[in-house]
């Protein structure tokens, strides 16, 4: 038995096919395609090792997130469980957190969009061509989420069918040994240069604030729970299918990747895709990496939109956001809550265009960082919702997570771990500051709101008790 979900609204408009591809190119990205070339020159081929370890603790939090959704489908996903079981403030951190890491996200994405463009175009300039991915894309967003689902399903496939590609190219390389990569090729590199672990592995482990990265979006499929045509059916299965994703896309590929090539030859600010495939020699390599990539930066960008749009409604619709972001235009989209985020995105155009390139990996690490936050909430809110469930307060979900909370416990605690990791590197420590200075934002914020006696601190099941003693009394 689930709890029925709440009118939103909404137009339930992604189907079946849309949203498993939604799923799907959550788990690819540009994490993948440009930042695993500094993750392996740093992890040698152990980094297989970490994305392999990551894709396991991933899974483990999509799980909780699928027990939830299924007790309770609504849009809010995340935001709205962290409100449920932690109390209103903290759906609140988690609603405008998962907001600021998507425009962040954003941000950068249609700068990398803008620089992949100069690749064809190099007379284009960066502003224009990110002026018009920002324009284009905001218009899908308005128009309807089914233009939306087909326009991210389109997105994913091209990214699919990359690395279906690569990795079918590159099993004939080391079978047949042809092209110019073929002498060379040999699984042995998996091993034969300095070990699996040439580096020790304290450095192997300071990849996986990096590898995390590239994981971030997979639960987007949460946030699509208020819009799916029938989530009884496509959440689990767009969720059972992760284990496979990550098996072939992120495991698979680089297998493949560093037997074709081996590991030394890869370095940072190089797409190891583009390295592999101009040694094996496919004509226009650079070229098709080049399109992939800007795909995946598009593909990031478009899902962002849709994303901030959805959590600002969500907040509107609980008093911890002004009243218009709760609008629904006439084809039941949340058209104000878009329009503000990608004005926003726009500002981050113009910022990424003067500020020096480190700012990339600034804004790659919070977003992790927010990543991070919102993946701790949907593990929380399941322990807390598995024992409610055991107490009999609450319904049980039609789809459990195998083990109850235990691997909740499990990954909460890894992502305890790479937080440290990120607070140790130098470059990475700056997600921390700005969370800093975001929970200083965001604790004003809520005593303002509380002032105003829009929002309470106690967590709605108690709320409804507490309403219903006065009830009584009266």
Known sequence: MTSEAPEEGYERGLGSRQVQMIAIGGAIGVGLFM???????????????????AGVIIFFIMRALGELLLYRPVSGSFAEYAREFLGPFFGYVTGWTYWLMWVVTGMAE??????????WFPSIPQWVSALVFLVVLFGVNLISVKLFGEVEFWFSMVKVTAI???????????????????????????WSHHGVFPNGIGDSLMTLQGVMFAYLAVELVGVTAGESEDPEKTLPKAINTLPWRIL????????????????????????????????????????????VVLTAALSSCNSGMYSTGRMLRDLASNNEAPGVFGKLNSRKTPAVGITVSVALMGIGVILNYIVPEKAFTYVTSVATAAGIWAWMMILVSHIKYRRAVTQGRLPASSFPAPGGSAFSWVALIFLFLVTGMIAYDKDARISLYV??????????????????GHVSDLPRAVQADEGEKEFARK
């Open 35 to 53: 930042g695993a070339g500094a993750n392996i020159a740093k992890a040698g081929p152990s980094i297989i090792l970490m994305y392999a370890l």
């Open 110 to 119: 249609l700068t990398a969009a803008a620089i992949y463009i100069h690749f």
């Open 164 to 190: 279906i590609g690569m990795i079918v190219i590159g099993l004939g390389v080391l079978t047949l040994g042809f092209s110019d990569a073929g002498d060379t090729a040999a699984a042995s590199n998996l």
């Open 248 to 291: 072939i896309f992120y495991v698979g590929s680089l297998l493949v990747l560093l037997a074709v090539v081996k590991w030394t030859e890869f370095s940072a600010g190089e797409s190891p895709f583009v390295h592999a495939f101009s040694k094996i020699g496919i004509p226009f390599a650079a070229g098709i990496v080049n399109f």
């Open 435 to 452: 969370g800093a200075g975001w929970a200083v934002c965001l604790a004003i914020g809520w005593m303002v709101l509380k002032r105003l």
